[in-house]
């Protein structure tokens, strides 16, 4: 027994296909004997042996990609770590469960095993659901988005508003995928002037969240676009994995620019949505909402267009009804004397004219008289002449201080010289008096101290004399 991927069946998930040598079935034979087997009867015939040999049996599993059909039906798939087997649940006993599948549901499902003949995919067909809990992934989700929102990067005022106009907008998505197509053609249809840069990345799989998280850096690095959409279409729950990824949901809350998140379909939510600056139901509706404002005002030009549009034709309407039932007498009374307001008018503002030409020419005049003045001001001869007259006074002034410093000083000199004169011992000796030297060239001032027989000395105002002492009176 073998297994291989085929094209995808009701639930989203590969069909199982079984070899067995051993199933009793009639088969045609060609000449060589060999047995050949026509594909419906091959297929029946696996369906006919699983059916009887798992008729009722319970399987164990976390249940993913739950799809519900118009019709009432249920189909999702039971994984674990090794398999994935998908599972329909009909409408009837669907009504009938107490506990509803949903994504994440770590579940216990009885039912028969059988192949989807017009697929070849083998099935679960399920008859109850006993529900044992979260699944590893809705639980490591839980956990996940407990930790980042107690951090506070799911708090609304730490969230960036959108540009009302963006210029450029940088997507991070597949392009090979219908995601990238979508978003291009609701763009263009609603902004046809905005680009759009496309970071291509893988976003499925293990490199995915590394991937999609190097885009927003890189746009936040480069400067080139106005706000950021990581987008990709909707899977299960482990096909959205890359999204419920720590590493891209710190890269969307260190974003400096602002990130759209448009992931998976209206039901699906992923911690990106969460972090990011808005969450967009779809990629389509993601490029809705970046265009927004954009639309609107297109919408309202065009409204406005065709108010414009219609106003003019009612307005012809109701010009060419009053010019029908005007005469041609009338008609051309009206247009003399339009013609002849027009006339009044145009001579009112040649007036006006005329006067505002002569009020800006006195104006020019004074502005060119007064720009004369200052330029003679400043001309280099005058400032030359007024340097002039300023070292002359510069002159007089210096004169007339040093003079006065002369006077000052000769004054001082005579003053001092009076003084001086007052003082010296050449005037008491003018006024006839004597100063007398013994022989030892000393001021004699008592006669005790002279003995008969010493010369002395007499100097005189004018002069001096030679005695010799005969005789001393103490």
Same mark, same amino acid.
């Not at 809705?138 to 956990?143: I, L, S």
């Not at 009302?164 to 979508?182: E, L, M, N, Y």
């Given at each position: 027994?073998?297994?291989?991927?085929?094209?995808?069946?009701?639930?989203?998930?590969?069909?199982?296909?079984?070899?067995?040598?051993?199933?009793?079935?009639?088969? @045609?034979?060609?000449?060589?004997? %060999?047995?050949?087997? *026509?594909?419906?009867?091959?297929?029946?015939?696996?369906?006919?042996?699983?059916?009887?040999?798992?008729?009722?049996?319970?399987?164990?599993?976390?249940?993913?990609?739950? %799809?519900?059909? !118009?019709?009432?039906?249920?189909?999702?798939?039971?994984?674990?770590?090794?398999?994935?087997?998908?599972?329909?649940?009909?409408?009837?006993?669907?009504?009938?469960?107490?506990?509803?599948?949903?994504?994440?549901?770590?579940?216990?499902?009885? #039912?028969?095993?059988?192949?989807? $003949?017009?697929?070849?995919?083998?099935?679960?067909?399920? $008859?109850?659901?006993?529900?044992?809990?979260?699944?590893?992934?809705? $639980?490591? =989700?839980?956990?996940?988005?407990?930790?980042?929102?107690?951090? #506070?990067?799911?708090?609304?005022?730490?969230?960036?508003?959108?540009?009302?106009?963006?210029?450029?907008?940088?997507?991070?998505?597949?392009?090979?995928?219908?995601?990238?197509?979508? =978003?291009?053609?609701?763009?263009?249809?609603?902004?046809?002037?905005?680009?759009?840069?496309?970071? !291509?990345?893988?976003?499925?799989?293990?490199?995915?969240?590394?991937?999609?998280?190097?885009? /927003?850096?890189?746009?936040?690095?480069?400067?080139?676009?106005?706000?950021?959409?990581?987008?990709?279409?909707?899977?299960?729950?482990?096909?959205?994995? !890359?999204? @419920? +990824?720590?590493?891209?949901?710190?890269?969307?809350?260190?974003?400096?620019?602002?990130?759209?998140?448009?992931?998976?379909?209206?039901?699906?939510?992923? /911690?990106?949505?969460?972090?990011?600056?808005?969450?967009?139901?779809?990629?389509?509706?993601?490029?809705?909402?970046?265009?927004?404002?954009?639309?609107?005002?297109?919408?309202?030009?065009?409204?406005?267009?065709?108010?414009?549009?219609? *106003?003019?034709?009612?307005?012809?309407?109701?010009?060419?009804? &009053?010019?029908? &039932?005007?005469?041609?007498?009338?008609?051309?009374?009206?247009?003399?004397?339009?013609?002849?307001? %027009?006339?009044?008018?145009?001579?009112?503002?040649?007036?006006?004219?005329?006067?505002?030409?002569?009020?800006?020419?006195?104006?020019?005049?004074?502005?060119?008289?007064?720009?004369?003045?200052?330029?003679?001001?400043?001309?280099?001869?005058?400032?030359?002449?007024?340097?002039?007259?300023?070292?002359?006074?510069? $002159?007089?002034?210096?004169? %007339?201080?040093?003079?006065?410093?002369?006077?000052?000083?000769? @004054?001082?000199?005579?003053?001092?010289?009076?003084?001086?004169?007052?003082? +010296?011992?050449?005037?008491?000796?003018?006024?006839?008096?004597?100063? /007398?030297? @013994?022989?030892?060239?000393?001021?004699?001032?008592?006669?005790?101290?002279?003995? !008969?027989?010493? /010369?002395?000395?007499?100097?005189?105002?004018?002069? +001096?004399?030679?005695?010799?002492?005969?005789?001393?009176?103490?």
């Amino acid at each position: 027994m073998r297994e291989r991927n085929a094209d995808p069946g009701p639930s989203g998930q590969g069909s199982f296909l079984f070899k067995n040598e051993d199933l009793h079935a009639e088969a @045609n034979e060609d000449a060589t004997g %060999r047995r050949t087997w *026509a594909v419906g009867e091959l297929v029946r015939v696996v369906r006919q042996h699983i059916e009887r040999d798992y008729a009722d049996v319970w399987v164990e599993g976390e249940v993913s990609n739950l %799809r519900s059909a !118009p019709s009432g039906h249920k189909y999702f798939t039971l994984k674990d770590g090794e398999a994935q087997l998908p599972v329909v649940l009909f409408k009837r006993q669907a009504q009938l469960l107490r506990t509803q599948p949903r994504d994440g549901l770590h579940a216990r499902v009885r #039912g028969k095993v059988t192949v989807y $003949e017009q697929r070849g995919q083998m099935q679960l067909v399920a $008859e109850t659901l006993e529900e044992l809990g979260t699944g590893s992934l809705q $639980e490591a =989700f839980e956990k996940l988005k407990l930790k980042l929102g107690a951090e #506070g990067l799911f708090a609304e005022e730490r969230k960036k508003p959108l540009p009302a106009f963006p210029h450029c907008v940088g997507i991070v998505t597949s392009p090979s995928g219908a995601v990238i197509r979508d =978003f291009l053609n609701v763009t263009g249809r609603r902004h046809a002037a905005l680009d759009v840069l496309i970071y !291509p990345a893988t976003v499925q799989g293990e490199t995915a969240a590394a991937e999609i998280a190097q885009g /927003i850096l890189y746009f936040n690095q480069a400067k080139t676009v106005d706000v950021i959409v990581i987008a990709r279409g909707g899977g299960s729950l482990e096909d959205l994995a !890359p999204f @419920n +990824s720590e590493l891209l949901a710190r890269a969307i809350a260190r974003s400096e620019l602002p990130v759209v998140s448009a992931v998976g379909h209206e039901t699906d939510f992923t /911690i990106a949505d969460f972090v990011a600056d808005l969450r967009a139901p779809t990629p389509s509706a993601a490029a809705e909402l970046i265009t927004a404002q954009q639309h609107r005002v297109e919408e309202r030009v065009e409204e406005l267009s065709q108010r414009l549009v219609r *106003a003019c034709r009612y307005k012809l309407m109701m010009a060419t009804e &009053r010019f029908s &039932r005007l005469s041609i007498a009338a008609s051309s009374a009206r247009v003399r004397d339009a013609l002849g307001r %027009r006339q009044q008018g145009l001579d009112e503002l040649q007036y006006r004219l005329e006067t505002a030409i002569g009020r800006c020419e006195r104006k020019a005049a004074f502005t060119a008289q007064e720009l004369s003045a200052r330029l003679m001001r400043h001309e280099p001869t005058q400032k030359l002449q007024s340097y002039r007259d300023r070292v002359v006074q510069i $002159e007089k002034r210096l004169f %007339r201080s040093a003079w006065a410093v002369f006077e000052s000083r000769r @004054n001082q000199f005579a003053s001092a010289r009076a003084q001086l004169t007052t003082l +010296s011992p050449l005037s008491v000796l003018g006024r006839g008096y004597a100063v /007398i030297f @013994n022989e030892r060239g000393e001021v004699a001032r008592d006669a005790a101290q002279l003995s !008969p027989g010493e /010369i002395l000395t007499a100097r005189l105002a004018k002069g +001096s004399i030679t005695s010799t002492v005969t005789d001393v009176h103490a």
